[in-house]
Protein backbone atom coordinates (compact mmCIF):
# COMPACT_ATOMS: atom_id res chain seq x y z
CA UNK A 1 0.00 0.00 0.00
CA UNK A 2 0.73 3.54 -0.08
CA UNK A 3 2.42 3.65 -3.38
CA UNK A 4 2.93 7.20 -5.08
CA UNK A 5 3.86 7.45 -8.66
CA UNK A 6 5.59 10.52 -10.99
CA UNK A 7 5.47 10.63 -14.80
CA UNK A 8 7.64 11.22 -16.54
CA UNK A 9 10.73 9.91 -14.63
CA UNK A 10 13.12 11.45 -16.52
CA UNK A 11 12.44 14.59 -19.11
CA UNK A 12 15.36 16.50 -21.32
CA UNK A 13 13.62 19.84 -22.91
CA UNK A 14 15.10 23.10 -24.31
CA UNK A 15 15.96 26.43 -22.55
CA UNK A 16 12.26 28.01 -22.68
CA UNK A 17 9.78 25.34 -23.04
CA UNK A 18 7.32 24.22 -20.07
CA UNK A 19 7.26 20.92 -18.41
CA UNK A 20 4.59 19.07 -16.44
CA UNK A 21 5.10 16.85 -13.91
CA UNK A 22 2.54 14.15 -12.61
CA UNK A 23 1.84 12.84 -9.36
CA UNK A 24 -0.20 10.16 -8.12
CA UNK A 25 -1.33 8.66 -5.05
CA UNK A 26 -2.19 4.89 -6.59
CA UNK A 27 -4.06 3.22 -3.70
CA UNK A 28 -4.79 6.03 -1.47
CA UNK A 29 -6.68 9.09 -1.09
CA UNK A 30 -4.17 12.53 -0.74
CA UNK A 31 -5.80 15.61 0.57
CA UNK A 32 -2.43 17.23 0.84
CA UNK A 33 0.31 16.43 -1.89
CA UNK A 34 4.55 17.94 -1.67
CA UNK A 35 6.57 19.10 -3.81
CA UNK A 36 10.42 19.58 -3.29
CA UNK A 37 13.61 19.67 -4.99
CA UNK A 38 16.44 18.17 -4.09
CA UNK A 39 20.55 18.84 -5.89
CA UNK A 40 23.44 16.30 -5.95
CA UNK A 41 24.36 15.33 -2.79
CA UNK A 42 22.13 17.58 -0.87
CA UNK A 43 18.30 17.03 0.87
CA UNK A 44 15.18 17.52 -0.02
CA UNK A 45 14.10 20.98 -0.46
CA UNK A 46 10.45 21.73 0.01
CA UNK A 47 8.81 24.23 -2.88
CA UNK A 48 5.15 23.96 -1.82
CA UNK A 49 2.33 22.25 -0.21
CA UNK A 50 -0.50 21.19 -2.41
CA UNK A 51 -3.96 21.01 -1.04
CA UNK A 52 -6.95 19.22 -3.18
CA UNK A 53 -9.28 21.85 -4.52
CA UNK A 54 -7.06 25.20 -3.25
CA UNK A 55 -4.43 27.03 -4.48
CA UNK A 56 -0.86 25.62 -3.68
CA UNK A 57 1.15 27.02 -0.65
CA UNK A 58 4.68 28.33 -1.96
CA UNK A 59 7.73 28.09 0.14
CA UNK A 60 9.57 31.09 0.67
CA UNK A 61 12.04 31.88 -2.53
CA UNK A 62 9.58 29.64 -4.79
CA UNK A 63 8.17 31.80 -8.05
CA UNK A 64 4.84 30.67 -7.98
CA UNK A 65 4.35 31.63 -11.74
CA UNK A 66 7.39 29.15 -12.70
CA UNK A 67 6.11 27.01 -11.06
CA UNK A 68 2.78 26.05 -11.24
CA UNK A 69 1.09 23.66 -9.24
CA UNK A 70 -2.33 21.85 -9.65
CA UNK A 71 -4.21 19.54 -7.23
CA UNK A 72 -7.47 18.79 -9.37
CA UNK A 73 -8.14 15.56 -7.54
CA UNK A 74 -7.33 13.36 -4.29
CA UNK A 75 -5.09 11.31 -6.43
CA UNK A 76 -3.20 13.58 -8.69
CA UNK A 77 -1.30 16.89 -8.34
CA UNK A 78 0.66 18.33 -11.30
CA UNK A 79 3.79 20.71 -11.54
CA UNK A 80 4.83 22.38 -13.95
CA UNK A 81 8.23 23.86 -14.82
CA UNK A 82 7.10 27.15 -16.78
CA UNK A 83 9.53 28.55 -19.30
CA UNK A 84 12.60 26.47 -18.07
CA UNK A 85 15.64 26.85 -18.58
CA UNK A 86 19.27 25.44 -17.17
CA UNK A 87 19.03 25.89 -13.37
CA UNK A 88 16.13 24.38 -13.38
CA UNK A 89 17.78 21.17 -14.03
CA UNK A 90 17.13 18.91 -11.08
CA UNK A 91 15.68 16.54 -9.13
CA UNK A 92 12.01 16.78 -8.46
CA UNK A 93 9.80 14.20 -6.28
CA UNK A 94 6.51 15.06 -5.13
CA UNK A 95 4.97 13.45 -1.73
CA UNK A 96 1.54 12.54 -0.89
CA UNK A 97 -0.13 12.32 2.52
CA UNK A 98 -3.29 10.17 3.09
CA UNK A 99 -6.06 11.82 3.89
CA UNK A 100 -7.50 10.85 7.70
CA UNK A 101 -4.78 8.54 8.53
CA UNK A 102 -1.37 9.08 9.83
CA UNK A 103 0.80 12.25 9.22
CA UNK A 104 3.12 10.49 7.15
CA UNK A 105 4.64 11.23 3.43
CA UNK A 106 4.51 8.92 1.23
CA UNK A 107 7.11 9.45 -1.96
CA UNK A 108 7.39 9.40 -5.44
CA UNK A 109 10.40 7.69 -7.31
CA UNK A 110 11.32 11.18 -8.72
CA UNK A 111 11.44 13.52 -12.02
CA UNK A 112 14.95 14.00 -13.24
CA UNK A 113 15.07 17.35 -14.98
CA UNK A 114 17.69 18.56 -17.52
CA UNK A 115 17.22 21.97 -19.54
CA UNK A 116 19.49 22.57 -22.47
CA UNK B 1 21.76 26.73 13.36
CA UNK B 2 19.72 24.02 11.44
CA UNK B 3 16.18 23.76 12.60
CA UNK B 4 17.49 19.60 12.30
CA UNK B 5 21.13 18.18 12.43
CA UNK B 6 22.61 15.56 10.75
CA UNK B 7 26.41 14.83 9.66
CA UNK B 8 26.23 13.96 5.87
CA UNK B 9 29.22 11.23 6.78
CA UNK B 10 29.36 9.59 4.28
CA UNK B 11 30.11 6.66 6.46
CA UNK B 12 31.73 3.50 5.79
CA UNK B 13 30.73 -0.01 8.10
CA UNK B 14 31.73 -3.62 7.48
CA UNK B 15 28.80 -6.19 6.47
CA UNK B 16 26.87 -7.46 9.95
CA UNK B 17 28.40 -4.28 11.59
CA UNK B 18 25.42 -2.44 13.66
CA UNK B 19 24.82 1.24 12.11
CA UNK B 20 24.00 4.04 14.52
CA UNK B 21 22.81 7.05 12.71
CA UNK B 22 21.54 10.18 14.38
CA UNK B 23 20.17 13.34 14.06
CA UNK B 24 19.30 16.29 16.74
CA UNK B 25 17.14 19.35 16.94
CA UNK B 26 16.00 22.33 18.23
CA UNK B 27 12.67 23.12 18.27
CA UNK B 28 10.49 21.11 20.69
CA UNK B 29 7.10 21.55 18.34
CA UNK B 30 8.32 18.77 16.35
CA UNK B 31 6.02 16.15 17.22
CA UNK B 32 6.69 13.14 14.83
CA UNK B 33 10.00 11.54 13.90
CA UNK B 34 10.72 9.86 10.14
CA UNK B 35 13.57 7.74 9.02
CA UNK B 36 13.53 7.56 4.83
CA UNK B 37 15.92 5.57 3.07
CA UNK B 38 17.18 7.02 -0.33
CA UNK B 39 18.81 5.44 -3.26
CA UNK B 40 20.84 6.86 -5.51
CA UNK B 41 18.31 9.24 -8.02
CA UNK B 42 15.24 7.31 -6.22
CA UNK B 43 12.73 8.98 -4.37
CA UNK B 44 12.86 8.33 -0.50
CA UNK B 45 11.18 5.48 1.26
CA UNK B 46 9.65 5.26 4.12
CA UNK B 47 11.68 3.24 7.18
CA UNK B 48 10.63 3.65 10.74
CA UNK B 49 8.21 6.67 11.87
CA UNK B 50 7.86 7.60 15.78
CA UNK B 51 5.65 9.94 18.22
CA UNK B 52 6.59 9.21 21.89
CA UNK B 53 10.05 8.81 23.32
CA UNK B 54 11.38 5.33 23.65
CA UNK B 55 12.42 2.48 21.18
CA UNK B 56 10.59 1.10 18.10
CA UNK B 57 11.68 -1.91 16.41
CA UNK B 58 10.90 -3.34 12.84
CA UNK B 59 12.84 -6.51 11.94
CA UNK B 60 16.92 -5.18 11.92
CA UNK B 61 15.64 -1.42 12.00
CA UNK B 62 15.04 0.28 15.82
CA UNK B 63 14.22 3.98 16.18
CA UNK B 64 14.59 5.73 19.06
CA UNK B 65 13.48 9.15 20.40
CA UNK B 66 14.86 10.90 22.90
CA UNK B 67 12.58 14.02 23.64
CA UNK B 68 13.96 15.82 26.23
CA UNK B 69 17.56 15.39 24.74
CA UNK B 70 16.00 16.54 21.20
CA UNK B 71 17.94 13.18 19.68
CA UNK B 72 16.69 10.24 17.86
CA UNK B 73 18.57 7.57 16.20
CA UNK B 74 18.10 4.87 13.97
CA UNK B 75 20.23 1.69 14.55
CA UNK B 76 20.24 -1.18 11.90
CA UNK B 77 21.71 -4.30 13.01
CA UNK B 78 23.13 -7.07 10.60
CA UNK B 79 24.00 -4.24 8.22
CA UNK B 80 24.00 -5.83 4.26
CA UNK B 81 25.22 -4.04 1.31
CA UNK B 82 21.97 -3.12 0.34
CA UNK B 83 21.87 -0.87 2.86
CA UNK B 84 23.72 0.91 1.29
CA UNK B 85 21.79 4.35 1.02
CA UNK B 86 21.45 7.82 2.25
CA UNK B 87 19.50 7.82 5.31
CA UNK B 88 17.93 11.16 6.12
CA UNK B 89 15.87 11.97 9.50
CA UNK B 90 12.43 13.59 8.98
CA UNK B 91 10.28 15.60 11.67
CA UNK B 92 7.24 16.96 11.46
CA UNK B 93 6.40 20.84 12.73
CA UNK B 94 2.49 20.91 12.99
CA UNK B 95 2.50 25.27 13.67
CA UNK B 96 3.28 25.38 9.59
CA UNK B 97 0.71 23.23 8.35
CA UNK B 98 3.12 19.78 9.16
CA UNK B 99 5.46 19.77 6.20
CA UNK B 100 8.33 17.62 6.97
CA UNK B 101 11.84 19.17 8.01
CA UNK B 102 14.60 16.89 6.92
CA UNK B 103 18.06 16.33 8.11
CA UNK B 104 21.07 16.66 5.54
CA UNK B 105 21.03 12.80 5.12
CA UNK B 106 24.01 10.63 5.96
CA UNK B 107 25.22 8.54 2.80
CA UNK B 108 26.15 5.44 3.75
CA UNK B 109 28.42 2.30 2.18
CA UNK B 110 27.97 -1.09 3.79
CA UNK B 111 31.27 -2.93 2.35
CA UNK B 112 31.19 -6.57 1.56
Known amino acids: GAVVSQHPSRVICKSGTSVKIECRSL??????MFWYRQFPKQSLMLMAT?????????EQGVEKDKFLINHASLTLSTLTVTSAHPEDSSFYIC????????????FGPGTRLTVL | QKEVEQDPGPLSVPEGAIVSLNCTYS??????FMWYRQYSRKGPELLMY????GNKEDGRFTAQVDKSSKYISLFIRDSQPSDSATYLC????????????FGQGTELSVKP
Open chain 1, 95 to 106: SARASGGADTQY
Open chain 1, 50 to 58: SNEGSKATY
Open chain 2, 27 to 32: NSAFQY
Open chain 2, 50 to 53: TYSS
Open chain 1, 27 to 32: DFQATT
Open chain 2, 90 to 101: AMILYNQGGKLI
